[in-house]
């Protein structure tokens, strides 16, 4: 496991724990900074290496998440020693070699792997857990939608911004910030990732080109807003889709009903929808807010709510590493 100390390390070390996954010998690796430091696998202390290129001998599967950079340099060295690749950044997920897998969806991609497999965009995984579905029953044309993001998808450095700058104000103190560009706390920032010449982010753009990948659906558009939210954990997106074939809502909730990984919440009359303070550390993702969309044909409104660091990252991580043992 590369990236082991960070926010989808550690969660990817309880998602092989809590999954029974078959390990014979974990090794953990991240900076030299980590080097010598422990973390609990099965109630056992495990010491914590630093990443280097001897790092892959006999290694059979590399959980990596690190971060683009490392990706680039170490995956094609832990491929070379004869591991496979499980890669949470986004250095490979566009690569024509390289599948992109959400298990639910297709799975069957992963046997056509070179060695790198990539996990997709978390606000992406998370939103097609919902849309996939109703696309296999009403064929999705394109979707609008706001992404309401949590600060622990930017990682362990975000989640203290927040806690040190919530405890900051708390206190009458100045406002120190080192990760966003503006304070986060009591705060909504519309940016996540670069911006691109278009005036979208980088991250705006992954749910329609991750999205067609994923899908097998090279049509799909999607115009999206992300926005980073004072939250934790767990990603929302409220989406409005259009398809080609008329959809109600019975039809709608019907199909979510019976879909892989996910569950409905909504009763909007008892105010019961899905709420990220509720799916955090739920592997589930959550769908409600099911409506007709007023100003779309065949249109659909939803909210999708799935924890960033599970689906969206370390338990769809696993999930891939499952399929490569079937
Ligand atoms: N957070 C999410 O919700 C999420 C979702 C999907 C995908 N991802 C992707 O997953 C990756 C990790 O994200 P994260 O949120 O877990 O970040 P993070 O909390 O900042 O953790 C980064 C990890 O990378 C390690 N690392 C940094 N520099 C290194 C180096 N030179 N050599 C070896 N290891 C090094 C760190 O080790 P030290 O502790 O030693 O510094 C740490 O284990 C990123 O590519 C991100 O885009 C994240």
Redo the contacts with the bound molecule.
């Keep these: 496991m590369?990236?082991?100390?960070?926010?989808?390390?550690v969660e990817m070390i309880r998602t092989l724990e809590k999954r029974k996954f078959p390990v014979g010998k974990l090794t953990l690796?991240?900076?030299g900074?980590?080097a010598g430091k422990t973390l609990k696998y099965k109630g056992t202390d495990v010491i914590i290496t630093?990443?280097t290129k001897d790092s892959f001998k006999g290694v059979d599967i590399a959980l990596f998440?690190?971060?683009?950079s490392?990706?680039r340099e170490f995956a094609p060295i832990a491929v070379q020693a004869g591991a496979v690749v499980v890669d949470?950044?986004?250095a490979f997920r566009m690569d024509d070699s390289v599948p992109l897998v959400v298990p639910e969806i297709n799975a069957a991609d992963v046997k056509l792997h070179k060695g790198i497999i990539a996990?997709p965009?978390?606000t992406t995984a998370i939103t097609l857990m919902a849309l996939y579905p109703l696309h296999k029953a009403f064929g999705v044309t394109r979707v609008f939608a706001s992404s309401y993001q949590a600060v622990?998808?930017?990682?362990?450095?975000a989640i203290e911004e927040l806690r040190r700058q919530v405890e900051q104000i708390a206190t009458n103190q100045q406002v120190t910030r080192e990760v966003y560009p503006h304070q986060i706390a009591f705060n909504v920032l519309p940016q996540v990732d670069s911006f691109l010449p278009t005036g979208y982010t980088k991250e705006e753009m992954k749910m329609e080109n991750e999205g067609r990948k994923i899908m097998h659906h090279p049509a799909f558009r999607a115009s999206v807003t992300c926005v980073r939210v004072p939250v934790y954990r767990a990603h929302s997106v409220a989406i409005s889709a259009e398809f080609q074939k008329p959809v109600s809502v019975d039809a709608a909730r019907d199909v979510l009903s019976r879909a892989p990984g996910l569950d409905v919440v909504d009763t909007p009359e008892k105010a019961e929808y899905p709420l990220p303070l509720y799916v955090a550390e739920r592997d589930n993702c959550q769908v409600g807010r099911i409506r007709k969309d007023c100003a779309l044909e065949n249109g659909l409104c939803f909210w999708v709510v799935g924890d960033?660091?599970l689906k969206?990252?370390a338990l769809n991580a696993v999930q891939i590493a499952e399929e490569l043992l079937k």
């Design positions: 590369v990236g082991a100390t960070g926010a989808v390390g690796l991240a900076s900074r980590s630093e990443l998440s690190a971060g683009g490392i990706s949470n950044s986004s996990n965009n978390c622990s998808g930017t990682g362990a450095k960033q660091l969206g990252a």
